[in-house]
């Protein structure tokens, strides 16, 4: 299984922390992934939240990117069956 994403801590010249995902080989932010983390943190949820599930977003499509699979339009019975 290849690295395609990464889940990366941002710290921010102010020091704020940030948790975001990213493209393996381009570093470019994956925008919906990065937007789900942030809304994490506008919902008041720990750090550590932030961290846990940034790793397995970017595992997520990871897996998804492996598969060739969208990892917008998986349900939860196809995910089951594969």
Request: glycine share 10%; charged share 15%.
């Amino acid at each position: 299984m290849s690295a395609g994403f990464l889940a990366f801590r941002s710290v921010s010249a102010g020091g704020g922390v940030r948790w975001v995902v990213v493209d393996a080989g381009t570093h470019a932010l994956h925008p919906q992934a990065t937007a789900y983390l942030a809304s994490l943190r506008s919902r008041g949820c720990s750090a550590n939240t932030e961290r846990a599930y940034a790793g397995r977003v970017a595992l997520y499509l990871d897996y998804c990117q492996d598969r060739g699979l969208d990892w917008a339009a998986l349900t939860f019975l196809a995910l089951a069956c594969l």
